[in-house]
Each structure stands twice: as structure tokens, then as C-alpha cells.
T-cell receptor
Framework: NAGVTQTPKFHILKIGQSMTLQCTQDMNHNYMYWYRQDPGMGLKLIYYSVGAGITDKGEVPNGYNVSRSTTEDFPLRLELAAPSQTSVYFCASSSHGASGGAKREQYFGPGTRLTVT | GESVGLHLPTLSVQEGDNSIINCAYSNSASDYFIWYKQESGKGPQFIID?????DKRQGQRVTVLLNKTVKHLSLQIAATQPGDSAVYFCAENPPNDYKLSFGAGTTVTVRA
């Protein structure tokens, strides 16, 4: 059980280029999330998904796109990269996204450190 | 502004002492709270959670206290060790919401 895996670990992108950050979880979680973390700051939600085929915007979605064709995978696409997208990107998953007695803990991947120059 | 915030951005603790990390939350409807630990270069790791029907919850060397009256959460770490050096985040979650709201984090440094 690998949990949440992310690739690549590091990447340098030129301004205007595009790339896809990969995220896979093997816990059969319905809920998946993408966050970005700027230096010395907290986590900001980019996009999230409550199941295959369903995605929704978080607080900072501009410049990003996502898709969720399977339960396991939730790739994040950066189009026309800008220096402001230099950040560490974390993917997370959860088995229960809402209320009730079940845990709502999110499990995080190791992150992708992206530099746009 | 952020719905969850921390009173102190940094905390320096002598090894062996107890640490207390504070967090204020703003959504009175939140009924679930989590503390995460993030070591340098790694993703956040779950430490402990608490529901709003509890005031206190204990784990291994950690205790979370919840004061709903003043919307305040704290994490106490007993006998702080060098391995406790990290950034600690609190997060809140209201009912029927799929998202967690994270605070900015407190950096804890343990002095030998």
C-alpha cells in the first residue's frame, strides 16, 4: 500500500510551457485534492474531486485544470506556466469528505516542487 | 482572510520541555478539527483529530484541546524531542463540506 504518490518530485518549467503533475492513490478513496504551498505559507486548495468524473474549483484554480477519469488518478495540468506558479504542489485523498462519524482525514503525497523561470 | 489562523508563527522549545501550539478558527459551524505535522521537504502527516462533541483528546505524547466558546484549538506535545521539529498546521471542517481549511502553520524548533 503506497498511499498517495506524486510525480515528478522536482521540475523546472519555462514560462509559457505546459505540464501535467501526476497523482495516484491506491486506497480506493473517492475524494482527492490538489493544494499549492508557497514558501512559509499554508496550503491553498486548487481543485478537488468527489469521485470519478466530478471535479470542482478550490480557492486558487486560475491557470490550472484537472480531470478525474478513474478513482485512482487525479492529474493537475498547468497551461502557459507563469512564475507565480512556482510552488510546491501536494495531492491528497480522503475516504470521507463530509460529516458523520467517519474520519475526514486527508492523506498527503510527498509533493512536487515546481519552478517556473 | 483565512478562516483558520495561528497565534504564533514560530516556537522555540528546549528538548524535554512541553510544547503548546495554538490555533484560532473562525467558522463556528466547524465540527471536525485536525492537526498535521510537516517535516522539511515532506507532505503533511496526520497527528490527531477531534470532533466538536469533545473538549480534549489524547494521543501518544500529544493532546488536543478544543474550546468552542472562544473558537480555539491547541496542540500540546509532551517531552518535546528533536524529531518534533517541524511546521504544525491546524485544519477545520464544517459538516457536509468536502474541504479542509488550513491555517498558516507554526514552525517548532527544538533546542538541544
Amino acid at each position: 500500500n503506497a498511499g498517495v504518490t506524486q510525480t515528478p518530485k522536482f521540475h523546472i518549467l519555462k514560462i509559457g510551457q505546459s505540464m501535467t503533475l501526476q497523482c495516484t492513490q491506491d486506497m480506493n478513496h473517492n475524494y482527492m485534492y490538489w493544494y499549492r504551498q508557497d514558501p512559509g505559507m499554508g496550503l491553498k486548495l486548487i481543485y478537488y474531486s468527489v469521485g470519478a468524473g466530478i471535479t470542482d474549483k478550490g480557492e486558487v484554480p486560475n491557470g490550472y485544470n484537472v480531470s478525474r477519469s478513474t478513482t485512482e488518478d487525479f492529474p493537475l495540468r498547468l497551461e502557459l506556466a507563469a512564475p507565480s506558479q512556482t510552488s510546491v504542489y501536494f495531492c491528497a485523498s480522503s475516504s470521507h469528505g463530509a460529516s458523520g462519524g467517519a474520519k475526514r482525514e486527508q492523506y498527503f503525497g510527498p509533493g512536487t516542487r515546481l519552478t517556473v523561470t | 482572510g483565512e478562516s483558520v489562523g495561528l497565534h504564533l508563527p514560530t516556537l522555540s522549545v528546549q528538548e524535554g520541555d512541553n510544547s503548546i501550539i495554538n490555533c484560532a478558527y473562525s467558522n463556528s459551524a466547524s465540527d471536525y478539527f485536525i492537526w498535521y505535522k510537516q517535516e522539511s521537504g515532506k507532505g503533511p502527516q496526520f497527528i490527531i483529530d477531534i470532533r466538536s462533541n469533545m473538549d480534549k483528546r489524547q494521543g501518544q505524547r500529544v493532546t488536543v484541546l478544543l474550546n468552542k466558546t472562544v473558537k480555539h484549538l491547541s496542540l500540546q506535545i509532551a517531552a518535546t524531542q528533536p524529531g518534533d521539529s517541524a511546521v504544525y498546521f491546524c485544519a477545520e471542517n464544517p459538516p457536509n463540506d468536502y474541504k479542509l481549511s488550513f491555517g498558516a502553520g507554526t514552525t517548532v524548533t527544538v533546542r538541544a
